[in-house]
């Protein structure tokens, strides 16, 4: 039986061994892949936030158009004023039209103010989720080291 067990022995020694590596192997394939995968969600996740940043500068350029055309109503609505009362000799205007006027623009600048905090809070939130982000990505390349 010592014999048998003698010739056996080192066989036996390099099948563990074969074994070892392979199963070794199947589990670094298995976390690689499970990295690989969470990379990507991160990434998509950057795309978004990206997106969602071009998204607020449209919006920024849409409250700047906004705001324009606000001013060019006004200076519309002034030079009617004006025109009116050259066209009219009186020194007096509309009261009521004027009231209306400039409840019309106190609700433009209450709607540009409204979107203007709008938007700094999506720009905080997104600037928040970049960070956890970013640090998501630092401790996956510490785990991965």
Not at 13 to 32: C, D, E, F, P, Q
Not at 64 to 71: E, M, V
Not at 133 to 144: F, L, P, T, V
């Amino acid at each position: 039986m010592g014999v048998l067990l003698k010739a056996w022995s080192p066989l036996l020694a390099a099948l563990l061994v074969v074994l070892s590596v392979i199963y070794t192997g199947k589990t670094m394939r298995t976390h690689t892949e499970s990295i690989r995968g969470r990379l990507t969600a991160v990434e998509k996740n950057m795309d978004a936030i990206r997106n969602a940043i071009e998204g607020n500068q449209g919006i920024i350029v849409r409250i700047a158009t906004l705001d324009l055309r606000i001013g060019d109503k006004l200076q519309n609505l002034i030079a009617q004023r004006d025109n009116y009362i050259e066209q009219s000799g009186q020194e007096w205007f509309n009261i009521q039209e004027m009231r209306d006027a400039f409840q019309a623009l106190k609700s433009n600048v209450d709607t540009i103010l409204n979107l203007t905090q709008r938007i700094e809070y999506i720009e905080e939130t997104l600037l928040d989720m970049q960070g956890s982000i970013e640090d998501m990505k630092k401790q996956q390349n510490k785990a991965s080291q």
